[in-house]
């Protein structure tokens, strides 16, 4: 079955510090993936996506992506505590089906003031 | 503004008693989904339209159908709720028509369902 994997957390930093959020996949034919955030009671909110190999910056986020590894993670630096929320890691796994996203259940992130 | 719209965004009914949840788009997008999300979980794929063509998962109830009667709109209808159906519904649209797509999920603020 494919799967995609991330520690639910509580993950807990300090405002201002870097937190680092990971992600593993079982599916070697993965071909994009995403970075949603999510709200309590609200609905999911694209982040970022990345589909090759590397490192992918956009303001305070990076996606990092190590295909060979089957593992994404998201970095997020200066952190706020507007950025509480949980981080829900999806996957394209290609195929007959690739617009279709595999979830992973979220890693809850805690900023502290 | 583009965007993904659903009505209402929260919905009581009673058990087994029908209920239909809407979603409509102003982004053009080939595709759409419905997903289920219970609290701390992952959101469940429940079944999704490529432009016209429904596609099921194999695991969503018969209970759940979907309606898609144009490009724009897309319908969940729960023909009797059970307690455990009570989540939030989500729809959530893609293309998979432009080059510049990676497939992308966007998503409606969803759909609070209560069950009572």
């Known amino acids: 079955q494919k799967e995609v994997e991330q520690n639910s957390g509580p993950l807990s930093v300090p405002e201002g510090a870097i937190a680092s959020l990971n992600c593993t996949y079982s599916?070697?034919?993965?071909?994009?993936f995403f970075w949603y955030r999510q709200y309590s009671g609200k609905s999911p909110e694209l982040i970022m996506f990345i589909y090759s190999n590397g490192d992918k910056e956009d303001g305070r986020f990076t996606a990092q992506l190590n295909k060979a590894s089957q593992y994404v993670s998201l970095l997020i630096r200066d952190s706020q505590p507007s950025d509480s929320a949980t981080y829900l890691c999806a996957v394209n796994m290609g195929g007959g089906s690739n617009y279709k996203l595999t979830f992973g259940k979220g890693t809850l992130l805690t900023v502290n003031p | 503004d583009a965007m993904v719209i659903q009505n209402p965004r929260y919905q009581v009914t009673q058990f087994g008693k029908p209920v239909t949840l809407s979603c409509s788009q102003t982004l053009n997008h080939n595709v759409m989904y419905w997903y289920q999300q219970k609290s701390s979980q992952a959101p469940k794929l429940l079944f999704h339209y490529y432009d016209k063509d429904f596609n099921n998962e194999a695991d969503t109830p018969d209970n759940f159908q979907s309606r898609r009667p144009n490009t724009s709109f897309c319908f969940l209808d729960i023909r009797s709720p059970g307690l455990g159906d009570a989540a939030m519904y989500l729809c959530?649209?893609?293309?998979?028509?432009?080059?510049?797509?990676?497939?992308?999920?966007?998503f409606g603020p969803g759909t609070r369902l209560t069950v009572l």
């Open positions: 959530a649209t893609s293309s998979s028509l432009s080059y510049l797509s990676y497939n992308e999920q966007f």
């Open positions: 599916d070697r034919g993965s071909q994009s």
